[in-house]
Nanobody, 117 residues
Framework: QVQLVESGGGLVQPGGSLRLACVAS????????MGWYRQAPGKQRDWVAT???????NYADSVKGRFTISRDNAKNTVYLQMNSLKPEDTAVYYC???????????WGQGTQVTVSS
């Protein structure tokens, strides 16, 4: 069983920055693919970014150039640095851990990010 706990959300003005963190329990973190997703009110959950166990990152077009995903395997933590935030980035952000070989697909409880003046 894996537990994911996100932190770092909050209220920020347009153009501001936030860094989200997600700490994972267990020993699977270093070989798992980690991702961030977000869900705005009344909308489906959308993919934001993923980072493989080898450190390869991919981003949704809507956040490319503004957001950076990174991981620290020694701390079982994945980060999402969010810069130049826009009101349309407002959503609940969820951390995801995947290791398909064992059928692992875990989600955190989410952290609210609100971009507003």
């Amino acid at each position: 069983q894996v537990q994911l706990v996100e932190s770092g959300g909050g209220l920020v003005q347009p153009g501001g920055s936030l860094r989200l963190a997600c700490v994972a329990s267990g020993r699977i973190f270093s070989i798992a693919t980690m991702g961030w997703y977000r869900q705005a009110p009344g909308k489906q959950r959308d993919w934001v970014a993923t980072i493989t166990s080898g450190g390869s990152a991919n981003y949704a077009d809507s956040v490319k150039g503004r957001f950076t995903i990174s991981r620290d395997n020694a701390k079982n933590t994945v980060y999402l640095q969010m810069n130049s935030l826009k009101p349309e980035d407002t959503a609940v952000y969820y951390c995801n851990l995947q290791f398909r070989r064992l059928g692992y697909d875990y989600w955190g409880q989410g952290t609210q990010v609100t971009v507003s003046s």
